[in-house]
């Protein structure tokens, strides 16, 4: 399989191809509305349709664990929701059976300033859930990485992209992918990214010299994350 490459499809097609023990780390993060029932087929937000989101997820991590190495860890980034004035959270993941069979290592709260949800009727939603699991118990954190404490399950990582950097509704900060690089990473890793969106990911392990593949069903998303890392490339002489 090619990798540093993103592949415009379905991630479930791109992990078919995928041997077994093939990915050291996953960094990752679905889309978030359909924790709360949109999206998947769904054509509402009823709780109904839960039910495409978690039959998906079910095969989900079931290929995550298949493709990871019994050393591979998987940071799952993803966050509560409100709907009619009430909060939608996503630990019902927690309850399927693939989720399960992996390990639930740590639940990682992701908090930044400010809200995208904001009201004085709650308190604010400026914090984002980043589920680590892993395939088994011998895996790589290095806690002398040179952040402060970087073993802490607390992590602020501001989410101030520049306005003409932003090209997806949902882009993570760089700085969160870095911050899992390197506290979970060694040089020779290769990181998949099934939600590639705007190539975060992949810029990130570009940076850090670490091999990456990712999947991005959108063609507007997968154009855009081309044409972000083909910049990043430009810049930096790397053609
Ligand atoms: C929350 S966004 C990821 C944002 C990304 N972390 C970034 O920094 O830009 C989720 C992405 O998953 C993509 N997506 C949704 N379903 C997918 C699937 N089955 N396979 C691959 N990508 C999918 C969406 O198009 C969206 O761009």
Redo the contacts with the bound molecule.
């Keep these: 399989m090619e990798l540093n490459k993103i592949y415009n499809e ?2 479930l097609d791109t992990m078919s191809r995928m041997s077994d023990n093939f990915i050291d780390l996953i960094i990752t ?4 509305e359909d924790v709360c029932g949109a999206g998947y087929g769904a054509k509402s937000k009823d709780i109904l349709f839960l039910k495409f989101y978690s039959d998906y997820l079910e095969k989900l991590f079931t290929e995550y664990e298949r493709i990871l190495k019994p050393t591979g860890q998987i940071f799952f980034n993803i966050k509560s929701k409100t709907f009619n004035k009430t909060l939608r959270t996503p630990h019902w993941i927690e309850f399927l059976n693939s989720f399960q069979k992996l390990k639930f290592k740590s639940y990682i709260i992701w908090k930044y300033a400010g809200s995208f949800d904001s009201t004085k009727k709650r308190f604010h939603l400026d914090y984002e859930i980043i589920y680590h699991l892993s395939k088994g118990d011998n895996i790589y954190l290095n806690n002398n990485c040179g952040i402060h404490d970087a073993l802490s399950s607390v992590w602020y990582v501001p989410h101030n992209i520049k306005n003409s950097e932003r090209i ?1 509704p ?3 900060p760089e700085a969160l992918v870095e911050r899992i690089l390197k506290v979970a990473s060694k040089k020779d890793y290769l990181v998949y990214d ?8 992949a810029v990130v392990c570009l940076k850090n010299n670490i091999n990456y593949i990712g ?4 063609i507007n ?1 997968y154009k855009n994350s081309i044409k972000r890392i083909k910049k990043y490339k430009l810049q930096n002489k790397l053609f």
């Design positions: 379905d991630n993060s679905p889309p978030y997806h949902t882009q993570m099934s939600f590639m969106g705007s190539g975060t990911t999947s991005e069903l959108n998303n």
